[in-house]
């Protein structure tokens, strides 16, 4: 797939088959959101990925929009390093660089995906936090649950030229 059609046909996906997703398939959606730019090249990214059915459906309680975790058979935590010496609280950007990518990478190798957030919703840190046992200075920033999709969605046209400004407001 190339790069603008992967960008221009992604869509979000929350229906997934039972079928389970391949760890060499979710490895290679890590590797596209390890290569995602940061901040003076920190990387201050930790990736947790969940394929137990049990955890996928606690996550689905403790997040009011997580309920499609329930049917979905493979997810990827994304958590931010708040302690990044350099440039402190760039985490949040890194950690969406990379959780785009990821969802990119996962159009691209045929699966469907959807960014839950987390960051910076209180409750929702610190319960993952206890049950995934993540220390206190990482934060879960989101959620990439993913699968191969029971629905296609196709692409839409998000351009809008009312939202650009040239040089000026």
């Not at 206890?130 to 959620?143: M, R, V």
Request: negative net charge; contains cysteine.
């Amino acid at each position: 797939m190339e790069t603008m059609d992967a960008i221009l046909t992604r869509r979000s996906i929350r229906k997934y088959l039972s079928e389970p997703v391949n760890r060499d398939v979710i490895e290679n959606v890590l590797k596209a959101g390890m290569s995602a730019p940061s901040a003076g090249d920190e990387q201050p990214w930790h990736f947790v990925i969940i394929d137990q059915h049990g955890l996928l459906e606690k996550i689905s309680e403790i997040h009011p929009y997580a309920k499609m975790l329930k049917g979905t058979p493979a997810a990827v935590l994304v958590c931010g390093d708040q302690k990044v010496p350099k440039f402190k609280d760039f985490w949040i950007q890194d950690c969406s660089a990379a959780s785009e990518n990821m969802l990119l990478a996962a159009h691209d190798l045929g699966l469907g995906a959807v960014w839950i957030g987390i960051y910076p919703a209180e409750r929702p840190i610190r319960e993952l936090r206890s049950l995934l046992n993540i220390p206190e200075h990482i934060a879960p920033f989101s959620i990439i649950a993913m699968g191969y999709p029971v629905e296609e969605k196709s692409g839409r046209l998000r351009y809008d030229v009312s939202r650009i400004h040239s040089n000026l407001w």
